[in-house]
């Protein structure tokens, strides 16, 4: 494996633990986020966990892709699922790759012509 994700999940909660500590109602807040898409059942669970781990995959957030892992597979998700998940994600890193490339040559077309100082 790349990385030990279960001690690292471990370590991670620990260190969230003690930021609740330092700073209970940032984390009050970070979960009040979390749940308030809980209340409804239009997607279910194991959807909402789905777009969770592809979202965290394009945040590239470690902490984030341990904790929807476990929370997609606790859910029902199939690696199937999952893997097809990750492949929006990667189209979608891909696309706004695209699109800021499309800016990039904007800037860089404002600057030859002297438009932008």
């Known amino acids: 494996m790349m990385i030990d994700w279960n001690s690292y999940h471990q370590t991670l909660l620990g260190r969230i633990g003690e930021m609740g500590k330092l700073s209970p109602d940032t984390v009050r807040g ?9 209340t409804s059942s239009v997607l279910g669970l ?36 999952i893997s097809e998940a990750l492949g929006v994600a990667v ?20 600057k030859a012509a002297g438009d932008v100082k």
Request: glycine share 8%; aromatic share 4%; proline share 2%.
């Open 91 to 110: 189209a979608l890193n891909a696309g706004a790759a695209l699109v800021y490339s499309a800016r990039a040559l904007d800037a860089v077309a404002a």
């Open 30 to 38: 970070y979960k009040m986020l979390g749940a308030a898409g809980e």
């Open 46 to 81: 194991k959807v909402r966990e789905l777009i969770a781990l592809a979202v965290a995959i394009t945040s590239r957030c470690d902490g984030c892709i341990v904790v929807h892992a476990e929370a997609a597979l606790k859910q029902g998700a199939t690696p199937e699922e």
